[in-house]
């Protein structure tokens, strides 16, 4: 298969996706998480058919998605998710799925876990639901990251019910052992809390990552009672404008009573995108996931060529690279002056919460030239050496 990432600058300034319709014409984005891949096949094959067939109306029955994804979990992570009615839901993003089901399941004031740095987008969804972040930072960031359970049975017994977990992790790339996620749901069954599970980047775990992807409702029984997984083909398959999620729970009735917005929100091109994506687009997926993952090992030398003054530890989930560029010198948000002086944005590293002062994140879900256009870029944003 030809690679999916040998689009050209030239053709990647036509798009009008939010990645790039929305920064200046000399600006290079590295920021939000989108990749700059050609569609898969077996997608656009399914979107011609849509469009010939005119189904363009409503998002519609649920069932063929439904039955794709738990193909797609049984035959990659061993997870089987059919069986009980009620047990998986459509949304039309994981955005608005983690924001019904935490409505459903708290109050306004009430506390809702993080572990950051972690995904930005976190700390806006429970503001819109007057909801507090309560914050447990990830350990040993600098080694990869690692989840602290002391600190997550003190935000427990403290009153936290709801923890809103990214697993795989964004932005550090970590993907939890499964004794760490069993010892989780274990913390949470004690004190009758919920986690949810945003497992968006699950199928962009690298190949050679030292342990699989562990779906949190498959680590235990405990895990099976406390938990809800939220799913998209959108990262990975690089879909997120078709609008189509899922949520998965292995607890009937789990879901809160449907609300119109929420059934009506998903897209039926959503649809056909995710039944070809889990069915008959692995083979695009396998050779996105192994150049990500060539990208990712690439770039610590890359760094350490052009900005050895960043740290960088590879992560091994999906195109995200989070970068300590504190010895730099350039403050708490460096993004904002490799945006000024050097046209590259990257995500703001304060977004992501609690340890994100100094940072920034890097998209690498593009080709080599671009990363290495951009990290030359980021470069360029520094003063010279005598000028220090």
Same mark, same amino acid.
């Given at each position: 298969?030809?690679?999916?990432?040998?689009?050209?600058?030239?053709?990647?300034?036509?798009?009008?996706?939010?990645?790039?319709?929305?920064?200046?014409?000399?600006?290079?984005?590295?920021?939000?998480?989108?990749?700059?891949?050609?569609?898969?096949?077996?997608?656009?094959? %399914?979107?011609?058919?849509? =469009?010939?067939?005119? $189904?363009? @109306?409503?998002?519609?029955? !649920?069932?063929?998605?439904?039955?794709?994804? %738990?193909?797609?979990?049984?035959?990659?992570?061993?997870?089987?998710?059919?069986?009980?009615?009620?047990?998986?839901?459509?949304?039309?993003?994981?955005?608005?799925?983690?924001?019904?089901?935490?409505?459903?399941?708290?109050?306004?004031?009430?506390?809702?876990?993080?572990?950051?740095?972690?995904? &930005?987008?976190?700390?806006?969804?429970?503001?819109?639901?007057?909801?507090?972040?309560? /914050?447990?930072?990830?350990?040993?960031?600098? $080694?990869?990251?690692?989840?602290?359970?002391?600190?997550?049975?003190?935000?427990?017994?403290?009153?936290?019910?709801?923890?809103?977990?990214?697993?795989?992790?964004?932005?550090?790339?970590?993907?939890?052992?499964?004794?760490?996620?069993?010892?989780?749901?274990?913390?949470?069954?004690?004190?009758?809390?919920? =986690?949810?599970?945003?497992?968006?980047?699950?199928?962009?775990?690298?190949?050679?990552?030292?342990?699989?992807?562990?779906?949190? &409702?498959?680590?235990?029984?405990?895990?099976?009672?406390?938990?809800?997984?939220?799913?998209? !083909?959108?990262?990975?398959?690089?879909?997120?404008?078709?609008?189509?999620?899922?949520?998965?729970?292995?607890?009937?009735?789990?879901?809160?009573?449907?609300?119109?917005?929420?059934?009506?929100?998903?897209?039926?091109?959503?649809?056909?995108?995710?039944?070809?994506?889990?069915?008959?687009?692995?083979?695009?997926?396998?050779?996105?996931?192994?150049?990500?993952?060539?990208?990712?090992?690439? &770039?610590?030398? &890359?760094?350490? /060529?052009?900005?050895?003054?960043?740290?960088?530890?590879?992560?091994?989930?999906?195109?995200?690279?989070?970068?300590?560029?504190? $010895?730099?010198?350039?403050?708490? $948000?460096?993004?904002?002056?490799?945006? /000024?002086?050097?046209?590259?944005?990257?995500?703001?590293?304060?977004?992501? @919460?609690?340890?994100? %002062?100094?940072?920034?994140?890097?998209?690498?879900?593009?080709?080599?030239?671009?990363?290495?256009?951009?990290?030359?870029?980021?470069?360029? %944003?520094?003063?010279?050496?005598?000028?220090?």
């Amino acid at each position: 298969m030809a690679t999916p990432f040998d689009l050209t600058l030239e053709q990647m300034r036509t798009h009008r996706s939010a990645k790039w319709s929305r920064v200046p014409d000399d600006v290079l984005p590295a920021w939000t998480a989108e990749m700059d891949a050609r569609a898969a096949p077996a997608i656009s094959a %399914a979107l011609r058919t849509a =469009v010939e067939r005119s $189904d363009l @109306g409503y998002a519609g029955e !649920p069932t063929p998605v439904v039955d794709a994804f %738990a193909g797609f979990a049984r035959d990659v992570w061993g997870w089987e998710t059919q069986g009980t009615p009620g047990r998986a839901r459509l949304f039309a993003d994981v955005g608005q799925a983690a924001k019904e089901t935490l409505r459903a399941l708290t109050s306004p004031g009430d506390a809702v876990v993080l572990n950051p740095p972690v995904y &930005l987008s976190f700390y806006p969804w429970l503001r819109e639901l007057g909801l507090e972040a309560l /914050e447990v930072p990830m350990l040993d960031v600098a $080694d990869g990251g690692r989840l602290d359970l002391e600190g997550m049975g003190r935000a427990f017994a403290d009153g936290a019910r709801v923890v809103l977990l990214c697993s795989p992790h964004n932005p550090l790339g970590y993907v939890y052992p499964r004794e760490e996620l069993a010892a989780l749901a274990d913390l949470a069954a004690q004190h009758d809390a919920v =986690v949810v599970a945003d497992e968006i980047h699950a199928p962009l775990v690298h190949p050679g990552s030292p342990r699989p992807f562990v779906p949190f &409702l498959t680590v235990s029984e405990a895990a099976r009672q406390v938990g809800i997984a939220l799913h998209s !083909p959108s990262k990975a398959w690089n879909t997120a404008g078709l609008k189509l999620a899922l949520g998965v729970t292995a607890v009937a009735g789990r879901w809160p009573a449907r609300q119109p917005e929420t059934d009506w929100a998903p897209s039926i091109l959503g649809q056909y995108a995710a039944v070809a994506a889990y069915t008959d687009g692995r083979d695009w997926l396998d050779a996105a996931v192994t150049e990500i993952e060539a990208r990712t090992r690439a &770039l610590p030398a &890359l760094l350490a /060529e052009h900005l050895p003054g960043v740290r960088f530890t590879p992560g091994h989930a999906s195109y995200l690279a989070w970068l300590d560029c504190r $010895d730099l010198g350039l403050g708490d $948000d460096p993004a904002q002056t490799f945006l /000024e002086r050097g046209r590259v944005l990257l995500s703001s590293g304060p977004a992501f @919460g609690a340890g994100g %002062a100094g940072f920034a994140r890097l998209n690498i879900g593009t080709s080599e030239e671009l990363v290495q256009e951009a990290v030359r870029r980021m470069a360029s %944003a520094l003063p010279a050496p005598d000028a220090r």
